[in-house]
């Protein structure tokens, strides 16, 4: 029932922030993506987002899938609602500063560079930050237990880097889901950032018989 239940969170995302013009591409994604939960581990985590890796394969493989940042629109109440929902989730597993940590980092690069640099309306800094691929990927790919580190200062730092780097590639190179191609190449170093923390355990979504203290010992 737990692999059930992953599997379908993985498809939902897929079908959430995935485009493409051949149906097969989403079954060849899906099966990456779920192959990529069971053969691809270090130490009980995902080397990478297993959606995030069916998505960018996919992209990359053939050339006709990709991420659509437009296809939810710009409405604030997409905003509210993804926003509202992420924070319930986040709270509820203690990853809430990593998504936070992300959308704040690519918000201020874009004030700054949108607003300061460029002199352009508000009205531009919105409309770039007011799309549902964005706030998706902020509030339920980024902070995934099983790819991001264990440490929470860690998760920030992360975080934030991913935020940077994604903005970059968006306003200089001008790439498409652009955090969604940062988030695939730097998930892999997880397993190296949690190694300057060996004592902290790996999340796990089981339940366990634990006393409180020691939870909150290994998700900090």
Excluded: C
């Amino acid at each position: 029932m737990h692999s059930l239940k992953s599997a379908l969170i993985t498809g939902l995302g897929l079908s959430l922030l995935m485009k493409a013009n051949d149906p097969m591409l989403y079954l060849f994604a899906a099966l990456l993506a779920i192959g990529m939960k069971f053969l691809s581990k270090v130490k009980g985590k995902h080397l990478w987002n297993p959606a995030n890796f069916g998505i960018v394969a996919a992209a990359a493989l053939s050339g006709e899938a990709w991420i659509s940042p437009g296809q939810w629109g710009s409405s604030a109440i997409i905003v509210l609602i993804v926003g509202t929902a992420g924070l319930a989730v986040l709270s509820n597993i203690k990853r809430l500063e990593t998504g936070v940590a992300f959308i704040l980092t690519f918000a201020a690069l874009e004030y700054v560079r949108t607003i300061l640099y460029l002199g352009w309306e508000h009205d531009v800094l919105l409309l770039k930050l007011s799309n549902g691929s964005l706030w998706l990927f902020a509030f339920f790919m980024i902070t995934d237990p099983m790819t991001t580190p264990n440490h929470r200062k860690l998760r920030i730092a992360w975080a934030m880097v991913v935020g940077g780097i994604s903005f970059y590639l968006a306003n200089f190179y001008f790439i498409n889901g652009a955090p969604f191609w940062t988030l695939f190449f730097l998930t892999p170093l997880t397993p190296l950032l949690d190694a300057l923390t060996p004592r902290l355990a790996a999340f796990s979504w089981k339940k366990t018989n634990q006393p409180i203290s020691n939870l909150q010992n290994s998700i900090r």
